[in-house]
């Protein structure tokens, strides 16, 4: 059984961090493009970055410059730096693991409010 499990969301004042972990069972993250999406309420889910297996990374034109996405295949965790956060990201934040095969995990909330 497949399971992607996100920790590190919370609620934080605009201007702050936090650091997005999800860490996979079941499979082994190595040859898995790893993506970050977000949700928030009434609106789509769209991709906020993704890490190919190679390394290679994208990010939302909206986060460049604030977000980095990073992966430990040690630990088959991915990582999601937020920083400058705004009410903007204010979303639940799910991790995609990607291959021919397609994995989500149950999402974490983050909410930026002052």
């Known amino acids: 059984q497949v399971q992607l499990v996100e920790s590190g969301g919370g609620l934080v004042q605009p201007g702050g961090s936090l650091r997005l972990s999800c860490t996979a069972s079941g499979i082994w993250i190595d040859t898995y493009t790893m993506g970050w999406y977000r949700q928030a309420p009434g609106k789509e889910r769209n991709l906020v970055a993704d890490i190919r297996d190679t390394g290679a990374t994208r990010y939302a034109d909206s986060v460049k410059g604030r977000f980095t996405i990073s992966r430990n295949n040690a630990r088959n965790t991915v990582y999601l730096q937020i920083n400058s956060l705004e009410p903007e990201d204010t979303a639940v934040y799910y991790c995609?693991?990607?291959?021919?095969?397609?994995?989500w995990g149950q999402g974490t909330q983050v909410t930026v409010s002052s």
């Open positions: 995609n693991a990607l291959r021919t095969d397609s994995y």
